[in-house]
């Protein structure tokens, strides 16, 4: 389609701002975006949609639109939604490059505009298909009359007797077409046995970077798996590094093979996932408000903020997440990291949105059933703030909550296909805390647990709060002052002395300790003489006024080796 015919449909209430010579330049396709460089992502001829938040001020229009130009995109619509009238700098951005450039009203959706050009363009490209496209209207609308992606999946049904499924990375069935007799007799559901086995294909083959779709036989019946991206990513492209994204995209799973299918019904298919991606843009959306509270709450308990302000913004957090609940929740700590072996890569925002999805009870479907959950994320550590309903009685505990042992149990498979070579996630699980007191050391208890998954073999473990030992479920409640002035009394002195004489005293120490004050076994594990570990422990009790003959004093210098 060319763009004079966008700006002549009034239902996509488009302003022209720039580029009127330019309106019969073809679009090939449509691609949100808020990044400040989303080259990697285009392949020419897209109408860019983007909210601005890529801008800061008024010199990262002239970088941005050039960034466009150089990748050959069609045009460039900016919403109104954001920050009102479309900025003269990037209007004068667009008129100095010939770049066409639109305003989007702001009582227009994105996804009216998406759905409007993936719906022309495709049916272009598949006239046969253009009725099925012509009806995902109704996955755009809301309320009774909408659907969401199921729409979309019963439509391909009934047109084109394609039965598909949407499926989160996972495994977790997000959208299934409903069980109605078609050509090829009545669409059976996929169990969740069977959603595993698929996302670990999916999953296994981006890792080894094979475009899609990818084909997997599975009980004799042959499937073709479409990713499904969000906000970013073309119809077409592919990420420069797949792991940026792979744990976290939606797959279409469709009981065909694609591998027999001419390139219009590819390109459809191509359009339907688009189509998809806008319903987890909108569910990615719906977390925000959710992603923006774990955030600040995690900011003021990791900079030892007054418990009354963490207290005042849980108060906040808890009507967001448990809608309608009279009493404030008690609240676990989650940590979940991703670790690639090559140490590249940003796991930050994978971590955060694969964690999203653990925590999702692996029973219920459709895109929305985390709205319990808030995950932040800091460096490539994603921590979850989840809370659990207070109990009528005070004196009662909380619910059981999040166990560490059943967190993984259904979607080991596909991770472990996913991360197979490559990389790891660990998860961590803090016990239940009452008030924002307990909330410090619940993340701290959650972060040592984690370290206690990351000791243990295998790509995908979790560890909880029950298996840390009795002294370190209290060393998370220490105060940090406390924690500074016993371990600068006891250990300071040995650190200075190693430091001049490079004696290596708190090593010695910490192997002393951890061959239970053995003489024998330390020397041998330190390949040392007998009589030279004496030396060196005489000289540590000598620089700390310590005995390690006593029970007391071995208990001390382990405390303070462990909080150090």
């Given amino acids: 389609m060319r763009l004079r015919a966008l700006l002549d449909t009034d239902a996509l209430g488009l302003k022209l701002l720039g580029g009127e010579d330019e309106l019969d330049r073809s679009v090939r396709g449509v691609m949100t975006t808020d990044l400040r460089d989303p080259s990697r992502y285009l392949s020419g001829g897209e109408l860019v949609l983007t909210g601005l938040a890529w801008r800061r001020d008024a010199a990262d229009s002239e970088p941005f639109v050039r960034i466009l130009v150089q990748a050959g995109v069609a045009a460039l619509a900016a919403g109104e939604a954001e920050l009102g009238d479309v900025p003269d700098d990037l209007v004068v951005a667009c008129a100095r490059h010939r770049l066409p450039l639109f305003a989007v009203h702001e009582s227009v959706a994105f996804a009216t505009v998406t759905e409007h050009v993936v719906r022309q363009v495709s049916g272009e490209r598949a006239g046969d298909l253009a009725a ?86 599975l009980d004799r019946t042959t499937y073709s798996l479409f990713p499904v991206r969000g906000s970013g990513h073309g119809p077409s492209s592919e990420p420069a590094d797949p792991r940026e994204t792979m744990l976290a995209d939606w797959l279409l799973a469709v009981e065909a093979d694609a591998g027999d299918w001419a390139e219009e019904r590819l390109d459809l298919l191509q359009g339907v996932t688009q189509l998809i991606a806008v319903e987890r843009d909108r569910r990615d959306a719906a977390r925000t408000v959710r992603r923006r509270l774990a955030q600040e709450v995690l900011e003021l308990v990791q900079t030892g903020a007054a418990p009354a302000e963490i207290a005042a913004r849980l108060r906040v957090a808890a009507p967001v997440l448990l809608p309608g609940l009279g009493t404030a929740p008690h609240w676990q700590v989650v940590v979940a990291r991703v670790e690639w072996e090559d140490g590249r890569g940003d796991a930050g925002p994978v971590t955060q949105a694969l964690l999203e999805e653990i925590l999702v009870d692996p029973a219920s479907t459709g895109p929305e059933p985390s709205d319990r959950i808030a995950v932040a994320h800091t460096g490539d550590e994603a921590v979850a703030l989840v809370p659990l309903p207070s109990v009528a009685d005070e004196h009662d505990e909380a ?124 020397a041998t594990r330190l390949h040392l003489h007998v009589n030279t570990l004496r030396y060196r422990v005489g000289r540590i009790e000598q620089l700390t006024g310590r005995d390690l003959s006593r029970l007391e004093d071995k208990l001390d210098f382990f405390l303070a080796l462990r909080m150090s």
């Fill in 399 to 522: 619910g059981p909550g999040v166990l560490a042992d059943a967190l993984l149990e259904s979607v080991r498979g596909p991770l472990t296909a996913g991360l197979d070579g490559d990389g790891r996630l660990t998860v961590g699980v803090s016990a239940a805390v009452h008030s924002a007191d307990g909330l410090r050391g619940a993340l701290e208890e959650a972060r040592h647990a984690r370290r206690v998954a990351a000791a243990r073999p295998g790509r995908v473990c979790a560890a909880g709060h029950q298996e840390l030992a009795s002294h370190v479920l209290l060393l998370p409640f220490v105060p940090d002052d406390v924690r500074r002035a016993f371990t600068a009394r006891l250990l300071d002195p040995l650190r200075e002395y190693d430091r001049r004489h490079r004696a290596e005293l708190i090593p010695t120490l910490e192997a002393f300790l951890d061959c239970d004050g053995s003489w024998t076994r330390c």
């Fill in 132 to 217: 099925v496209v012509d009806r995902h209207r109704r996955m755009m609308t809301s309320g009774p009359a909408g659907g969401g992606p199921d729409v979309v999946l019963d439509l391909l049904g009934s047109d084109l007797d394609l039965r598909a499924w949407v499926l989160s990375p996972t495994g977790r069935l997000i959208a299934a077409p409903k069980e109605t007799a078609g050509a090829r007799g009545t669409a059976p559901a996929l169990d969740a046995k069977a959603c595993a086995r698929l996302a670990a294909e999916h999953l296994a083959a981006v890792r080894t970077g094979r475009r899609g779709p990818h084909r997997v036989v």
